[in-house]
């Protein structure tokens, strides 16, 4: 890990006071400029350290999207805490596991969610500084407001010696068990984001703020709407990107969901130019929104989308409504940044699933050997450079994850893929999720794509059950008003997909749960199935 280089407490410090009346937050109840935003973060940072919190301490976000998660998010690097999100829809022990593995030593919540915080063992809870934000919830105990937090607290910079070795904490939910704590070093997520500017140049906090200031600098977009959950690394990622390059972030609150008219109001007001979604569950509202606004992603440069399928039918239908905007598909994780992307224009694209790897990026099979291109070898995908220190309080998961082979320390995060011919990959999915069905390894996403080409079908999960015969059998959960099944398997034997892929089980439902990101939900799934 890097034991030099930049803290992004550091940098906004530096950066900070000269951005003046620039916007820092546009949000619900109007706009944060940034020398308010640099003395609330100053005064939100020194308040927490007077009521005890210590270098390294993690401060849990329990909070829906909205400035304070983006304000809290700047104090914590200021004040050197470490961020430790929790998602919102988490249950009590859901919670009371997160705020106990982080031992948060400050909790932040969304007063709508204090019925939650309510319900926790006051033994848990107790020594801890609980923040409230907001003032529609039930009351829990000896919670301050957070807006009486900051009352006659000095905004001046701390004037902390800070470390780029300084940790953030991201939950990130598995397949089983409780979410576990991906550990990243500030200054690694600092080389993430702008080395790719400053290849063999000194990579300092100097260097790095005046690269935020040149003139003539071509960013992809200067004012960028967070639609997805903060709480999720998708949007935390832009949210410190937006910040740590001095622009402006546009969020809403999404304690109602992911609302698309409301989205499309604040790109028409602000001249939002970049955005980032989670695959089709988001695009798909957001088309069916601007159908009805000709015009309203006009001011789009670029949109992006990671962390869930985001097909190709679903693509052409955006540039068919703002043929101006490049689509930007990014394959990355919590675990592993930068592993890929791909790029579609108007012009044209590439298939869905398909990218382009990143530099730090390559791909080995079972036994570390790196695969050949255009050999059909399923391989793993495996990112160099910057990455996670490892996993908090689970050193075997660490070492399974993040592996060296051949000198250079990799991170697997567990997607598999097969190498084109032109070193392009193709994604199937992760390894933990493959359907082994009569012996032969059926991929989710593959057969999900393929089932979302049907024109009745609107959104598609697929998992595998346990079943005497084949081992495990595919089965779907498919969102739509009214579908034959019988004709859905007829439609994907079609050519679209061999036959052992095709689902033995279909359910169809009117609304398919996903989590709050956007990512498939597969055991709410295998319950619909049940």
């Given at each position: 890990m890097t034991t030099d280089g930049v803290n992004f407490g550091d940098l906004l410090d530096e950066i900070g006071?000269?951005?003046?009346?620039?916007?820092a937050i546009v949000h619900d109840d109007g706009v944060t400029s940034w020398r308010e935003f640099d003395r609330r973060t100053n005064a939100l940072a020194r308040a927490m350290r007077d009521h005890g919190a210590a270098p390294g301490d993690r401060v849990a976000f329990f909070l829906h999207n909205g400035p304070h998660y983006i304000e809290l998010l700047a104090?914590?690097?200021?004040?050197?805490?470490?961020?430790?999100?929790?998602?919102?829809?988490?249950?009590?022990?859901?919670?009371?596991?997160?705020v106990r593995d982080s031992?948060?030593?400050?909790?932040?919540?969304?007063?709508?969610?204090?019925?939650?915080?309510?319900?926790?063992?006051?033994?848990?809870?107790?020594?801890?500084?609980?923040?409230?934000?907001?003032?529609?919830?039930?009351?829990?105990?000896?919670?301050?407001?957070?807006?009486?937090?900051?009352?006659?607290?000095?905004?001046?910079?701390?004037?902390?010696?800070?470390?780029?070795?300084?940790?953030i904490f991201i939950y990130t939910g598995g397949t089983t068990g409780y979410p576990k704590g991906v550990v990243w070093e500030t200054g690694d997520m600092a080389r993430v984001i702008f080395g790719a500017e400053l290849v063999d140049q000194p990579f300092t906090v100097d260097r790095v703020a005046a690269l935020t200031r040149t003139p003539d600098r071509v960013v992809p977009y200067d004012v960028g709407l967070v639609a997805s959950p903060l709480m999720h690394g998708a949007a935390l990622w832009m949210a410190i990107t937006m910040m740590c390059n001095g622009h402006t972030a546009v969020v809403a609150d999404n304690a109602g969901g992911f609302d698309a008219d409301r989205h499309l109001d604040l790109i028409e007001a602000n001249g939002v130019n970049g955005m980032i979604l989670v695959g089709d569950s988001f695009a798909r509202p957001l088309i069916a929104a601007a159908e009805a606004r000709p015009g309203s992603l006009g001011s789009l440069r670029i949109m992006g989308s990671t962390g869930a399928i985001w097909s190709t039918p679903i693509k052409q239908r955006l540039l068919e409504l703002h043929p101006g905007m490049v689509l930007l598909d990014l394959l990355a994780s919590t675990e592993a940044a930068s592993i890929g992307s791909s790029v579609t224009t108007a012009a044209g694209g590439v298939e869905t699933a398909r990218f382009e790897l990143g530099p730090n990026c390559r791909v080995f099979d079972d036994d570390d050997r790196p695969v050949e291109p255009g050999s059909d070898t399923v391989g793993y995908l495996a990112v160099g450079g910057p990455q996670p220190v490892g996993y908090h309080n689970d050193p075997d998961k660490t070492a399974a994850t993040f592996r060296t082979i051949d000198g250079v320390r990799y991170s697997f995060p567990g997607d598999m893929c097969t190498v084109d011919a032109d070193g392009g990959i193709t994604l199937l999915g992760r390894g933990s999720n493959c359907i082994n069905t009569a012996g032969e390894k059926v991929f989710p996403e593959e057969v999900e794509e393929?089932?979302?080409?049907?024109?009745?079908?609107?959104?598609?999960?697929?998992?595998?059950?346990?079943?005497?015969?084949?081992?495990?059998?595919?089965?779907?959960?498919?969102?739509?008003d009214d579908l034959d099944t019988d004709e859905l398997r007829a439609f994907l034997r079609d050519g679209r997909l061999a036959g052992y892929k095709i689902p033995k089980r279909v359910v169809v439902v009117g609304s398919l749960a996903r989590k709050a990101?956007?990512?498939?939900?597969?055991?709410?799934?295998?319950?619909a199935l049940s």
């Open positions: 006071p000269s951005l003046g009346d620039h916007p104090a914590t690097f200021k004040a050197r805490l470490a961020h430790a999100n929790i998602n919102y829809r988490y249950v009590a022990h859901e919670v009371a596991h997160l031992d948060a030593r400050v909790v932040v919540f969304d007063a709508r969610l204090g019925e939650v915080l309510a319900a926790l063992d006051p033994e848990l809870l107790a020594g801890r500084l609980l923040v409230r934000v907001g003032g529609d919830g039930p009351v829990v105990d000896g919670a301050v407001d957070y807006e009486a937090l900051l009352d006659g607290v000095d905004t001046a910079p701390l004037g902390e010696q800070r470390s780029p070795a300084d940790p393929a089932v979302k080409t049907h024109p009745a079908v609107r959104d598609c999960l697929v998992v595998g059950l346990e079943d005497e015969t084949w081992g495990q059998a595919v089965a779907a959960v498919v969102e739509a990101n956007g990512k498939a939900d597969y055991p709410a799934a295998r319950a």
